[in-house]
């Protein structure tokens, strides 16, 4: 009977579950040449809560909070799909709602569109080489590919422009303090010009050591300008080098079988639970059925 009931109940639901496919392409992190550590603000535009004094990149576990920040779940929401048996092309939220069949207890949920996109991606990472692994699911194979590749463009786009926004910012920064360095150093070589002019041919020890500091700060400053004039001229040769910290390993390929509803794991839950219940009941009477 635990058999039966285990074989009907698992049919019931697997046929009721539409088999979906799945599609992956691995990434693996660059070396990491960020120039500045990220600001708040700029994390939580992106949907990205973390602290972290180094650069957020670098950390794999990151990627995996971009791809279902709302942010890049309503971006995905709105890419453009081409449906096989039609030839028509929907975006991802019409796809959802639309297009996709769903099973008889999912029918009545009330879970947003990002919710429902986040169900469609997903991403793990590991740790020992480092390699992160994108998987989108479809209804239709081809559906599974376009979504893992427009998964992975979105993503190297998003950082790309956040690494060169983050570099013109810092280009912008030292610029300021260059320009401040160089008003510094123009002062001093100003003091030291007006003081030897004022003392010209009568320097005594006193002014001659108050000389011999004011060409020390002049010097002082001079080096700060120069350190800074060629931090900021390799800051500006890095801008044009910013771009996606990430390399593409593995390219996502169609999928040929289904990787759901799964049969085999359903049965064994439903026998389970089967023959779980028919022992309760067997215990049950055993003790209370042969009393009068």
């Given at each position: 009977?635990?058999?039966?009931?285990?074989?009907?109940?698992?049919?019931?639901?697997?046929?009721?579950?539409?088999?979906?496919?799945?599609?992956?392409?691995?990434?693996?992190?660059?070396?990491?040449?960020?120039?500045?550590?990220?600001?708040?603000?700029?994390?939580?535009?992106?949907?990205?809560?973390?602290?972290?004094?180094?650069?957020?990149?670098?950390?794999?576990?990151?990627?995996?909070?971009?791809?279902?920040?709302?942010?890049?779940?309503?971006?995905?929401?709105?890419?453009?799909?081409?449906?096989?048996?039609?030839?028509?092309?929907?975006?991802?939220?019409?796809?959802?709602?639309?297009?996709?069949?769903?099973?008889?207890?999912?029918?009545?949920?009330?879970?947003?569109?990002?919710?429902?996109?986040?169900?469609?991606?997903?991403?793990?990472?590991?740790?020992?080489?480092?390699?992160?692994?994108?998987?989108?699911?479809?209804?239709?194979?081809?559906?599974?590919?376009?979504?893992?590749?427009?998964a992975t463009r979105q993503l190297q786009q998003l950082i790309s422009s956040y690494r060169r926004q983050r570099a013109l910012r810092e280009v912008s920064l030292q610029q300021e303090q260059l320009l401040s360095a160089t008003t510094r150093y123009k002062e001093a070589q100003q003091r030291l010009a007006a003081f030897r002019d004022s003392h010209y041919g009568t320097l005594t020890p006193a002014a001659q050591a108050q000389e011999e500091a004011l060409e020390r700060e002049a010097q002082r400053?001079?080096?700060?300008?120069?350190?800074?004039?060629?931090?900021?001229?390799?800051?500006?040769?890095?801008?044009?080098?910013?771009?996606?910290?990430?390399?593409?390993?593995?390219?996502?390929?169609?999928?040929?079988?289904?990787?759901?509803?799964?049969?085999?794991?359903?049965?064994?839950?439903?026998?389970?639970?089967?023959?779980?219940?028919?022992?309760?009941?067997?215990?049950?009477?055993?003790?209370?059925?042969?009393?009068?």
């Amino acid at each position: 009977m635990a058999a039966v009931v285990a074989v009907a109940g698992s049919s019931i639901v697997s046929l009721s579950i539409p088999p979906t496919y799945s599609s992956r392409t691995s990434i693996i992190l660059e070396a990491d040449d960020a120039l500045y550590s990220p600001l708040a603000e700029q994390l939580s535009q992106m949907g990205v809560d973390i602290e972290t004094d180094a650069d957020f990149i670098s950390d794999p576990f990151v990627y995996d909070k971009i791809l279902h920040s709302p942010s890049f779940l309503a971006a995905m929401s709105k890419v453009r799909l081409t449906i096989p048996s039609t030839r028509q092309t929907v975006s991802l939220a019409q796809y959802i709602t639309q297009t996709e069949r769903k099973a008889w207890w999912q029918r009545s949920g009330s879970s947003t569109i990002e919710e429902q996109v986040a169900r469609h991606i997903k991403c793990s990472t590991d740790l020992a080489t480092g390699m992160i692994t994108i998987e989108a699911t479809a209804q239709h194979a081809p559906l599974a590919k376009q979504l893992a590749d427009e998964a992975t463009r979105q993503l190297q786009q998003l950082i790309s422009s956040y690494r060169r926004q983050r570099a013109l910012r810092e280009v912008s920064l030292q610029q300021e303090q260059l320009l401040s360095a160089t008003t510094r150093y123009k002062e001093a070589q100003q003091r030291l010009a007006a003081f030897r002019d004022s003392h010209y041919g009568t320097l005594t020890p006193a002014a001659q050591a108050q000389e011999e500091a004011l060409e020390r700060e002049a010097q002082r400053l001079f080096n700060e300008y120069n350190d800074m004039s060629l931090r900021t001229q390799r800051t500006r040769q890095m801008v044009g080098r910013q771009s996606a910290a990430f390399t593409p390993v593995e390219e996502s390929i169609v999928p040929v079988s289904a990787s759901s509803p799964h049969w085999i794991a359903n049965l064994l839950v439903w026998l389970f639970y089967s023959l779980l219940l028919m022992s309760w009941y067997l215990l049950y009477k055993e003790k209370y059925g042969r009393k009068k």
